[in-house]
């Protein structure tokens, strides 16, 4: 009998690589509004935060709102010709889907891009859930995400594995009561993720099903 049953991950750094899209959309938002144009590694820290951590501290208070709204524009449609899934994912998700596994997404995403990006990149039939920041007004690390998502599927923390990218992530997991697996394929370093101490660490998604394979996630 599988000790766990639901896997939630995040999305971007995760299952997704969308950072060409992200930094294209960041800087053709600050060449409109005339500031200085920002490098896609410096860009790609931020990305996870959510969208007022990744504009706000590039642009002006007067400028935000306006900011937001091009880069948000620009995202309808540079995500469709850039944003592609990361190596693994769907083999990874079809394979835990057809083992009985629930399988759900918390991101801090916005919601109609994270439900776009499913479902042209062929991954949504595979969650029972998806649940983003901006639909609950809380973002991670805040554990109230996953939390949210346990409940709805009527899962313990015990029975939850959650898989992200951040230290961000294992901060979540640990505020959630879950064992997180950070995957090194994101926007934190190794250091970074170390330093936040996970369940476990892993190089690649495709290591994922090892692990649960062999039961060494006790």
């Known amino acids: 009998m599988k000790k766990y049953k639901l896997v939630i991950f995040d999305l971007d750094g995760t299952l997704i690589d969308a950072y060409p899209a992200i930094a294209e959309g960041i800087n053709q938002m600050l060449k409109s509004l005339g500031y200085p144009q ?5 860009i790609k820290k931020s990305v996870g935060w959510g969208v007022e951590r990744l504009i706000h501290p590039l642009v002006k208070e007067k400028d935000y709102p306006r900011a937001v709204e091009i880069y948000l524009k620009s995202q309808e449609t540079l995500l469709p010709k850039m ?5 693994g994912a769907k083999e990874v998700l079809k394979k835990l889907k057809g083992e009985g ?3 759900a997404v918390a991101s801090n995403r916005p919601s109609g891009f994270s439900t776009f990006l499913l479902k042209f990149l062929g ?5 029972s859930f998806v649940l ?6 809380s973002y991670k690390p805040e554990a109230k995400i996953l939390s949210l998502i346990m409940e709805k599927l009527r899962v313990s923390p015990g029975e939850t594995l959650y898989v992200g990218d951040m230290a961000l992530d294992a901060e979540t997991g640990k505020r959630a009561g879950v064992k997180t697996i950070i995957v090194l394929t994101g926007s934190s370093s190794k250091a970074e993720v170390l330093a936040a101490e996970p369940f ?3 190089k690649q998604l495709s290591r ?6 062999k039961n060494t996630l006790l």
């Open 101 to 103: 596994y629930k399988l």
């Open 208 to 213: 994922l099903l090892l692990l649960l394979n």
């Open 123 to 127: 991954i949504a039939q595979y969650f």
């Open 38 to 42: 920002q490098k896609p590694k410096g």
């Open 83 to 87: 944003a592609k899934l990361l190596p």
């Open 132 to 137: 983003c920041a901006d639909q609950i007004n």
């Open 200 to 202: 476990k660490v892993i």
